[in-house]
């Protein structure tokens, strides 16, 4: 009755951008990413009798309010999936994704509890299974059931029963690497959920945009079998750029750019006109990630380091998928 | 034979941004400007039956490349409509508009050019005759016939004949101003032209963009006959980021803006927030205008020429339309 999972986070290349369904988390589109080795979360879940309450900690902290309704709801998931309504689990969460890098623990956390509390309660699911449940924990967590390159399929059911990630492409098939940016003085004014509701009721180019993705997943999935880096950076960025440009067509318009996040972006363009491979991406946030090759690790790290704004960058390569620890 | 005008610059708050007709310079929607104080062209234009071709000064310079080319083309429309082929001008014109304040001096340059031009061969055009007739030198100067706020009306017809500028309200309406933020170190990587070409072509966002417009000039208009700052301004802003969002979704995807836009456009918001109105608009190119009321011009100056980046503001009220001027 007790199990313990190692899930990373993951940075979407085409975004996740829009849901159909808000409670069973099911997005208007395909969505693709790179599951990162140096972000994760390690879960512990251990049913126990006498427990008359689910009792979560993040960090070696008790949680009593938020997250904790959220981990007990998604706990009820698998409760129900296994016929054990009742049990009750004590959830040990460790992060190793540090706030300010501007990931979403929420990918590895979902990721971690769906695969250490699906074991700990008895079950034996499927990767495809694994990954539909962790969906209804938190959307792109759904992806990160997977090393590498990972696509999540929107699926047409109601049930959202055909909606969860495939794997695309191991980690050990590119080593392909990823810088997070990390601004100095970040605020943000609209929530990453609220922004995407108010987009996708209200924006003029939101059906644009969900029109213009299996193009960029043809093309991105087609870089990443033939190890194209231009191919895979331009549609990338090129995918983002057209996320962000949908709060600009929403009502009030809105960005979640800051000052520095331009400058990163702009510091990106020099270093691929000095002929540095280089490519941009942010999420629903002003922190932005960049995408290079292995032999421009230090000039890439470098430049990025020296733009006003910039308080640290981390390195991360390509991660693997869920792994399950031994206990001692 | 000789005759003097005088127009000013206007500032399109719903842009015009595609063209349906390269040549007789068709927009693929309405657009609306207000008409500046601050910067305008004088032109004097003089036939002279001794002339064998046209002969053109710039600011007291003769010029013999561009855009003398694009002048005299212009002129042959004049020719043309008033049957005097063959006859030749002296073109002296005048520019009261800075380059560095990033506005097209193409506007006012077309439009006293034009009601010069015009004037000096004998033809008597009326107001609608004459937007037409600058229009085909260039767009926006259209506008520029009439003072205060005006509309470019696209028109439906293939040879242009419907699409032109109407008067919407005088610059005596109503004293809405315009700070022109002038950027230090402004490099423009995209023409205005190559890059509304680009969008047209390739954008995925471009289709909702013209179908977004209507709405928006239903919106502005009521704005403007109800004098309501707030409408117009957040109208004014709100097309404006629609517009850029469309580069975004062009194929490759490209931006006007530079790292200093950005924070003049943060600068904006923030003026908002402490409760003074004021928005902006950015045309195809770096440089940002605000729009504000007379009684925040003390505050909005100040504070923008407080922002990083910006070398310099320049504060225009609402100008009027086309004038002729005596001869001394």
């Known amino acids: 009755m007790k199990a313990t999972a190692k899930a ?11 849901k159909r369904d808000e409670t069973l988390i099911l997005p208007t589109n395909n969505s693709l990413s790179l ?10 879940v251990q049913f126990r009798e006498e427990l008359t309450e689910d009792v979560f900690f993040l960090n070696d902290e008790r949680i009593l309010d938020e997250p904790y309704r959220r981990v007990s709801a998604f706990l009820d998931l698998i409760r129900k999936m296994a016929l054990r309504e009742g049990s009750y689990a004590e959830i040990h969460s460790n992060n190793a994704v540090p706030t300010a890098a501007g ?13 250490a509390g699906s074991r700990a309660i008895g079950l034996k699911l499927s990767e495809e299974e694994l990954s539909r449940l962790t969906r209804q924990g938190s959307g792109s967590a759904c992806r ?9 399929q929107m699926g047409n059911e109601i049930d959202g029963s055909d909606s969860y990630a495939v794997p695309i492409a191991p980690q050990e098939h590119w080593d392909v ?5 990390v601004l100095s003085d970040v605020a943000k004014d609209v929530s990453s959920r609220a922004g995407m509701k108010r987009t996708v009721d ?9 029109n213009s993705i299996p193009a960029d997943l043809n093309e991105i999935k087609a870089g990443i079998m033939s190890r194209d880096f231009t191919k895979v950076g331009q549609t990338a960025e090129a995918n983002c750029l057209k996320m962000h440009a949908t709060t600009l067509g ?3 318009p809105f960005t979640y750019w800051q000052d520095s996040t331009f400058t990163v972006m702009q510091t990106v363009r020099e270093l691929r006109q000095q002929g540095i491979p280089a490519y941009f991406t942010i999420d629903a946030g002003p922190n932005v990630k960049v995408l290079y090759l292995p032999e421009n690790e230090q000039q890439v790290q470098e430049t990025l380091r020296q733009v006003p704004g910039v308080a640290d960058v981390i390195l991360s390569r ?11």
Not at 144 to 152: L, N, Q
């Open 103 to 115: 990931f979403a623990s929420s990918a590895s956390g979902f990721a971690a509890l769906a695969a």
């Open 250 to 252: 929403a009502a009030p």
């Open 177 to 181: 690497r990823v810088a997070a940016v």
């Open 318 to 328: 390509a991660g693997q998928g869920i792994s399950y620890l031994d206990e001692a």
């Open 202 to 210: 209200t924006s003029v180019f939101f059906d644009s945009w969900v």
């Open 8 to 18: 990373h986070t993951n940075i979407a290349l085409i975004k996740y951008w829009g």
């Open 144 to 152: 990160s059931i997977y090393g590498g390159f990972a696509e999540w």
């Open 35 to 44: 599951t990162l080795d140096g972000f994760y979360t390690t879960t512990t």
